[in-house]
């Protein structure tokens, strides 16, 4: 069976600061896809990034990146130097190729809180 | 160049009543899916068409939720006799839809936060 799963339920920073957002994975399927969204306070959940199982390269994108590890069945997402628009709750999310349907398991999200 | 749209965005119904949640998907995307988000809670996975056709409802949580696709557009969620149980954000999604071996990344419409009283 699918699952997520992300142990920091809330992270506070002061702006500038790094901060990574843990995701670990669960899945019986050799082929894959990992996703992150992230959740502002208007509700709407804002495509980040896709993975699949093929590619463990990290990936860099401004001030964010993301460490993909099959060994450790982790995917973790960085912000470097935080702002205070990225107070969010951020949701890792998988999806089997070999499942049913397209559909995306969720963990239950952390939420950031990045103070000025 | 529109998102997904969903209305209402917000519903409040009395126990019992029935109501129908619409979600627009976002023009030319084959699948759409819908998600139930309980507070402090990430997205659970409802139902997924895939055209019209329904392929996936196995996270409907009883035989009161109700999901249709006419016309590969438009989708409507349907709860009958709605319980407190049922309060939540219905999240609709819709993607390109260009198969499993793709994984093609949903986009996600603002929610409609269903109350029941």
């Known amino acids: 069976a699918q699952k997520v799963t992300q142990a920091q339920t809330e992270i506070s920073v002061v702006e500038k600061e790094d901060v990574t957002l843990d995701c670990v994975y669960e899945t019986r399927d050799t082929t894959y896809y990992l996703f992150w969204y992230k959740q502002p306070p208007s509700g709407e959940l804002v495509f980040l990034i896709r993975r699949n199982s093929f590619d463990e390269q990290n990936e860099i994108s401004g001030r964010y990146s993301w460490n993909f590890q099959k060994s450790t069945s982790s995917f973790n997402f960085t912000i470097t130097a935080s702002q205070v628009v990225d107070s969010a709750v951020y949701f890792c999310?998988?999806?089997?190729?070999?499942?049913?349907?397209?559909?995306?398991?969720f963990g239950k999200g952390t939420k950031l809180t990045v103070n000025p | 160049g529109a998102g997904v749209s969903q209305s209402p965005r917000y519903k409040v119904a009395k126990r019992g009543q029935d109501v129908a949640l619409r979600c627009d998907p976002i023009s030319g995307h084959v699948s759409l899916f819908w998600y139930q988000q309980a507070l402090g809670q990430g997205p659970e996975f409802l139902t997924y068409?895939?055209?019209?056709?329904?392929?996936?409802k196995s996270g409907l949580p009883s035989d009161r939720f109700f999901a249709e696709r006419p016309e590969g557009s438009v989708s409507t969620l349907k709860i009958q006799r709605t319980q407190q149980e049922d309060s939540a954000v219905y999240l609709c999604?819709?993607?390109?839809?260009?198969?499993?071996?793709?994984?093609?990344?949903?986009?996600f419409g603002p929610g409609t936060r269903l109350t029941v009283t």
């Open positions: 999604a819709s993607s390109l839809g260009r198969g499993r071996s793709v994984g093609d990344e949903q986009y």
């Open positions: 068409f895939q055209n019209e056709a329904q392929l996936d």
């Open positions: 999310a998988l999806s089997e190729r070999g499942g049913g349907s397209e559909k995306l398991v």
